[in-house]
């Protein structure tokens, strides 16, 4: 025969389950907009049953209910969605860094625009075509000189903030290395607070979660791939290098080239080069992209001052033409010769090292606009000048050295050339983060359809186990009044 107080049991266990299902639900109300919490459900299933007790208890089919009990708490996840959202989320970091990088180039080039490189070189070369319409002009030959300082100005000051801007990205990779050091450092200690937990029975889900948002943080830098271990913990290899094992994680660090001051990065002593991820597309950017626009600036900066050096040193000016001589004065002189000697015949080296000769500053007699070795050249002479005018529309030959033009082409072309293929690299990059950022919303969405909180839904599962609870407890009432009965009111028969 059944135990009278079989029924208070089983309502007990339903008390005790439906209780746990509350608080799940409650849990789960509470974080609905914490940062890569994973909805959790409690899975309820029966107790085990026991033998009706009866005459034929040994062939007599069937058990006896005893109730119910909660199973597990159950984070509901699904790891391939985790595996398809750091892949995407990878390949979008790799694009923002790109796309960062060349929207700022496009905001420093400036083109076009009234005060980009581009105007400021025409305006130039218009100068020389006022200047040869009448040689002597003194008015005319201020505008030479201050449109072709406005040259050398808007070169220099390119360059500058093209190093700047490769400073900056150099940062970024000392910051995001420390970063990458820190979550590998966070990643194992969280494995082992997890498996402290789970050999004694215990699911950590919320520290299942803080190590998820982490993992999904790493491989927006870096590519990653994590193995699930023992214990609940897993292994996370860099590109098949192992960076966090168990509860040891190895040191990302930086070393720094002493001759260019530029980063590179090593994993567990170790060089390591990143090919995919933010910190792929910011080396890039650093090394190739920035370091490009620079060796272009160069080449033009290189080419159009030897140009007009070449043709101004064998002019003549009007103090050469009073004095009938010719001084050999270079227009443009590099920076670092003029500070070790005022009459240097150095042409400039690169964008950042273009200078005005200190001799034309000195005095506008000094600019060449006649040409010399003509027997009829005189202060109207104005042959130099218009050579120099024409270099717009030359075609200049290319050559093989690292200053020299890569193909055959004007000055002008090669330059627009350069904002052309800058414009076409943004775009592409811009529309390929578009794209990364589409991708990681879709998987992202997806996987929050799985282990997203939705407060409707979490409601009804309240009110659900609400009335659970309290059925549970009107059953155990019902008992109680039945068991008061029994052990009360029975034998009291005529009484």
């Known amino acids: 025969m059944r135990s009278s107080f079989h029924g208070i049991e089983v309502s007990k266990r339903?008390?005790?389950?439906?209780?746990?299902?509350?608080?799940?639900?409650?849990?789960n109300i509470a974080n609905a907009n914490t940062e890569g919490y994973s909805r959790q459900r409690v899975n309820?299933?029966?107790?085990?049953?026991?033998?009706?007790?009866?005459?034929?208890?040994?062939?007599?089919?069937?058990?006896?209910?005893t109730g119910v009990r909660a199973d597990n708490i159950q984070r509901l996840r699904n790891e391939f969605l985790d595996i398809q959202y750091r892949n995407e989320f990878n390949r979008q970091g790799f694009w923002d860094a790109r796309a960062e990088t060349l929207e700022r180039l496009?905001?420093?080039?400036?083109?076009?625009?009234?005060?980009?490189?581009?105007?400021?070189?025409?305006?130039?070369?218009?100068?020389?075509?006022?200047?040869?319409?009448?040689?002597?002009?003194?008015?005319?030959?201020?505008?030479?000189?201050?449109?072709?300082?406005?040259?050398?100005?808007?070169?220099?000051?390119?360059?500058?903030?093209?190093?700047?801007?490769?400073?900056?990205?150099?940062?970024?990779?000392?910051?995001?290395?420390?970063?990458?050091?820190?979550?590998?450092?966070?990643?194992?200690?969280?494995?082992g607070q997890i498996a402290n937990l789970v050999p004694h029975g215990y699911?950590?889900?919320?520290?299942?979660?803080?190590?998820?948002?982490?993992?999904?943080?790493?491989?927006?830098?870096?590519?990653?791939?994590?193995?699930?271990?023992?214990s609940g913990m897993v292994d996370v290899t860099i590109q098949g290098q192992a960076f966090v094992t168990g509860q040891?994680?190895?040191?990302?660090?930086?070393?720094?080239?002493?001759?260019?001051?530029?980063?590179?990065?090593t994993l567990g002593g170790a060089p390591f080069v990143p090919t995919s991820g933010y910190m792929a597309g910011t080396f890039e950017a650093r090394d190739q992209i920035v370091t490009n626009m620079k060796s272009r600036l160069d080449v033009l900066a290189v080419n159009l001052?030897?140009?007009?050096?070449?043709?101004?040193?064998?002019?003549?000016?009007?103090?050469?033409?009073?004095?009938?001589?010719?001084?050999?004065?270079?227009?443009?002189?590099?920076?670092?010769?003029?500070?070790?000697?005022?009459?240097?015949?150095?042409?400039?080296?690169?964008a950042a090292s273009?200078?005005?000769?200190?001799?034309?500053?000195?005095?506008?007699?000094?600019?060449?606009?006649?040409?010399?070795?003509?027997?009829?050249?005189?202060?109207?002479?104005?042959?130099?000048?218009?050579?120099?005018?024409?270099?717009?529309?030359?075609?200049?030959?290319?050559?093989?050295?690292?200053?020299?033009?890569?193909?055959?082409?004007?000055?002008d072309s090669y330059y627009q050339n350069t904002i052309s293929q800058l414009g076409v690299s943004a775009q592409e990059a811009i529309r390929n983060q578009a794209n990364a950022e589409m991708l990681v919303d879709t998987v992202g969405n997806q996987r929050q359809s799985v282990s997203g909180v939705s407060i409707d839904e979490e409601m009804a599962e309240l009110v659900k186990f609400q009335h659970a609870y309290s059925a549970s407890a009107r059953v155990m009432?019902?008992?109680?009044?039945?068991?008061?009965r029994v052990i009360n009111g029975m034998g009291r028969v005529g009484l």
Do not use: C
Request: no cysteine.
């Open 14 to 27: 339903g008390l005790f389950a439906q209780q746990a299902a509350l608080n799940t639900t409650s849990h």
């Open 44 to 65: 309820l299933v029966t107790t085990n049953g026991l033998p009706y007790v009866g005459l034929h208890a040994g062939t007599e089919a069937g058990l006896l209910g």
């Open 106 to 191: 496009e905001g420093i080039m400036n083109e076009p625009s009234e005060t980009g490189l581009q105007k400021v070189m025409d305006q130039m070369w218009q100068s020389w075509q006022d200047l040869a319409n009448d040689p002597s002009d003194t008015s005319a030959r201020a505008v030479v000189r201050e449109r072709s300082q406005a040259v050398a100005d808007t070169f220099n000051s390119l360059y500058t903030q093209l190093n700047q801007v490769q400073a900056d990205l150099n940062n970024v990779i000392s910051v995001k290395t420390l970063e990458i050091n820190s979550l590998g450092q966070q990643i194992a200690a969280l494995n």
């Open 203 to 230: 699911t950590p889900n919320d520290l299942y979660d803080q190590r998820d948002v982490l993992l999904d943080r790493l491989s927006n830098l870096v590519s990653i791939n994590v193995t699930p271990t023992t």
């Open 248 to 265: 040891a994680s190895q040191v990302m660090a930086t070393q720094q080239n002493p001759a260019t001051g530029l980063y590179s990065m």
């Open 305 to 350: 001052t030897k140009e007009i050096n070449d043709i101004h040193r064998a002019g003549r000016s009007l103090a050469d033409i009073q004095n009938n001589a010719v001084q050999d004065l270079p227009f443009f002189v590099d920076r670092t010769a003029v500070a070790g000697d005022p009459a240097t015949k150095n042409y400039p080296t690169g």
């Open 354 to 411: 273009i200078v005005i000769n200190p001799a034309i500053l000195q005095s506008l007699d000094a600019i060449a606009a006649a040409k010399a070795g003509n027997p009829t050249t005189s202060v109207g002479n104005n042959e130099a000048a218009l050579d120099i005018a024409a270099i717009k529309f030359k075609v200049l030959a290319a050559g093989a050295g690292p200053l020299d033009l890569p193909e055959n082409t004007t000055l």
């Open 477 to 484: 009432t019902s008992m109680d009044e039945i068991l008061d």
